[in-house]
């Protein structure tokens, strides 16, 4: 009886850990890195880097931008349409990191085409 209790803890506890609900895992393929290394230099390069209270944020645009919203695209990552002020954004989550937007049209309802990534590391 003695044997079989320490056998089932480590059994019951691994069970408790898959059942639990965690934080977002960051994916690490090899694309999903290289457009997130791509997204940062760029932000680096340009200085769109901006401290915020407990975060950095790397804020990239243009081509790498679009490739990397594309690339979430290609990975069924879910688009999020908002309206805002500034105009219609469509939203991709990059996973436990931030998002990539593509703005559709301008706040006074004309078409355009804007990406942008907001890529956040906590300080």
Not at 16 to 44: F, M, N, R, W
Request: hydrophobic share 35%; net charge neutral; with cysteine.
């Amino acid at each position: 009886m003695r044997r079989c209790a320490r056998l089932a803890w480590p059994f019951s506890l691994l069970a408790l850990l898959y059942a639990t609900p965690g934080k977002a895992l960051i994916d690490v393929e090899p694309d999903a890195l290289k457009h997130y290394s791509y997204c940062i230099s760029q932000a680096k390069d340009r200085n769109f880097v901006y401290v915020l209270d407990r975060q950095l944020l790397y804020r990239c645009h243009d081509d790498v931008a679009a490739s990397y919203f594309n690339y979430l695209g290609r990975r069924h990552a879910p688009d999020r349409v908002v309206d805002e002020p500034e105009g219609v954004f469509v939203y991709r989550r990059i996973s436990g990191v931030g998002r990539c937007w593509h703005k559709t049209s301008d706040e006074f309802g004309q078409p355009v085409s804007v990406y942008g990534c907001d890529v956040y590391i906590d300080i």
